[in-house]
């Protein structure tokens, strides 16, 4: 007995520092993927805009400074934390429930062993898939931060006011290419928008147009019936994708071409020639648009994170293990 253990821990160490592992929970949490597929399944379909808020959860936990969920962690009267930037993200309570939800599970089938940026990870892909997006692997072994600061978030995670030379910026500084962009901007192919994010295109566009000319005339029109009140109703929102909103499909691409953008940012990508040929390649083409969005998100999955020392698996995913200010 005493040769095989030893074998396995001579084997953890050096890899346990360096690089996540597919089948990282297969001996400590085998039932990691099943737990994970339940609690996901479940929650969708109550609440069906959890894909959608869960995927952009992931997505600025993983812009600022690395998938480790810091977006997870709660401030206190001593830290503002990461998502309660002053830029008010809205970001949506379905994403953080459904990580409750999973961690609770996951902490009575195999305590202190699943981290929360992995159970973040692991949910994202599984939406993805269960909104009819394509099928990835996702690498596991991440450990949580020790940070959550609302500071860190400006400049990390791009906002719809925002030049497109910015917007390549923010990713081309972390290692993207402009068509990994264009492949990961897709994701606003599910979800929706709050009026006042793209109230500038509809109510306040120019001196002698209150919209952007062109925004498809009749969309313009019905974003302005649907926000008319979206100042006294700040809830007011619109879908990302107006013709087929819950479904993770290439339809955002062919919006794009047709004037039926929403967001400033979104727009923008059909109008610059750096992004509009990867614009019109996934318009055509679904399948090329989910391979290229699947290894986008694969790179954007294992940003900055942390292993070994680190981290840590917190004990709840919305608290450091170690109280710290
Ligand atoms: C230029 C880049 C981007 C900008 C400026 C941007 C901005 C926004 C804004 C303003 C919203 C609406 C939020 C609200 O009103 O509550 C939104 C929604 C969303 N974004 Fe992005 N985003 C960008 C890229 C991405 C990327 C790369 C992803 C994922 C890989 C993503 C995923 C989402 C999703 C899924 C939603 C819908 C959220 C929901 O329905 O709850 N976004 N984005
Ligand atoms: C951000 O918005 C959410 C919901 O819209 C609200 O609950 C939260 O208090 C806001 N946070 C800050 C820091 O303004
Ligand atoms: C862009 O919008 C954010 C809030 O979403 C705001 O904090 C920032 O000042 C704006 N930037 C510019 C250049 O207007
Ligand atoms: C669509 O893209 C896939 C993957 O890149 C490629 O194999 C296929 O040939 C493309 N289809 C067409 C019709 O161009």
Redesign the pocket.
């Given at each position: 007995m005493a040769f095989p253990l030893l074998f396995l821990l001579f084997l953890s160490i050096p890899f346990s520092e360096s690089k996540l592992t597919i089948d990282y929970y297969k001996n400590t949490c085998p039932d990691f993927e099943k737990i994970m597929r339940e609690t996901v399944t479940t929650k969708q379909i109550n609440s069906p805009t959890t894909a959608a808020g869960t995927l952009r959860v992931f997505f600025h936990d993983c812009m600022v400074d690395g998938c480790d969920a810091s977006v997870l962690i709660s401030s206190n009267s001593f830290n503002k934390a990461e998502r309660d930037a002053d830029i008010n993200l809205s970001l949506p309570g379905d994403a953080f429930d459904l990580v409750v939800r999973a961690k609770t599970s996951l902490e009575l089938a195999c305590p202190g062993i699943v981290s929360c940026s992995d159970i973040l990870a692991q949910a994202t892909r599984d939406l993805i898939t269960m909104v009819g997006g394509p099928f990835y692997k996702v690498r596991l072994g991440r450990k949580d931060s020790f940070v959550s600061k609302a500071s860190r978030v400006d400049g990390l995670v791009p906002t719809t006011n925002m030049s497109m030379n910015a917007v390549i910026d923010v990713f081309t500084s972390k290692g993207f290419t402009i068509k990994e962009y264009v492949a990961l901007a897709g994701a606003h192919t599910i979800g929706f928008s709050h009026c006042k994010e793209f109230s500038q295109r509809i109510f306040h566009y120019s001196k002698t147009s209150p919209s952007d000319p062109e925004i498809y005339p009749k969309f313009a029109e019905a974003l302005r019936k649907t926000c008319s009140n979206y100042v006294k109703d700040p809830g007011m929102s619109a879908f990302n994708d107006v013709m087929t909103p819950s479904k993770f499909d290439n339809m955002y691409y062919q919006n794009l071409q047709r004037g039926l953008g929403l967001l400033s940012t979104d727009h923008a990508l059909i109008k610059d020639p750096r992004t509009k040929p990867f614009v019109d390649l996934y318009a055509a083409?679904q399948?090329?648009f989910f391979?290229d969005f699947s290894h986008a998100i694969q790179k954007l999955s294992v940003y900055g994170v942390k292993t070994g020392r680190k981290g840590e698996v917190r004990r709840k995913c919305d608290a450091f293990n170690n109280f710290k200010a």
């Open positions: 083409n399948t090329a391979q």
